[in-house]
């Protein structure tokens, strides 16, 4: 299945786009997406933390994905 993924940030640097696509296979997971995303970009794998939203709340590795969600990489951020 084709999943959109947003990215902000760091994140968006690292996918080189705020917007892009990725492919899963049916039933796949966020720590799926997760580990395919550490293995297509390892600069993801060298963040202290990395937040996976899906349809604007915030996930666990165990929740399902589905083609129809929208999914949004939120690296660690700080300020002050």
Same mark, same amino acid.
């Given at each position: ?15 080189? #786009? ?7 296979? =049916?039933?796949?997971?966020?720590? $799926? @997406?997760? !580990? ?11 963040? #202290? ?7 604007? =709340?915030?996930?666990?590795?165990? $929740? @399902?994905? !589905? ?14």
């Amino acid at each position: 299945m084709k999943i959109k993924l947003l990215a902000f940030g760091i994140a968006r640097d690292i996918l080189g #786009a705020g917007q892009t696509h990725t492919e899963l296979p =049916e039933g796949s997971t966020i720590g $799926d @997406l997760r !580990s395919k995303l550490y293995t297509d970009f390892p600069a993801f794998a060298k963040l #202290a933390s990395l937040a996976i939203a899906r349809n604007n =709340e915030y996930t666990g590795d165990t $929740d @399902l994905i !589905s083609a129809t969600d929208e999914i949004v990489l939120i690296p660690p951020v700080s300020g002050g």
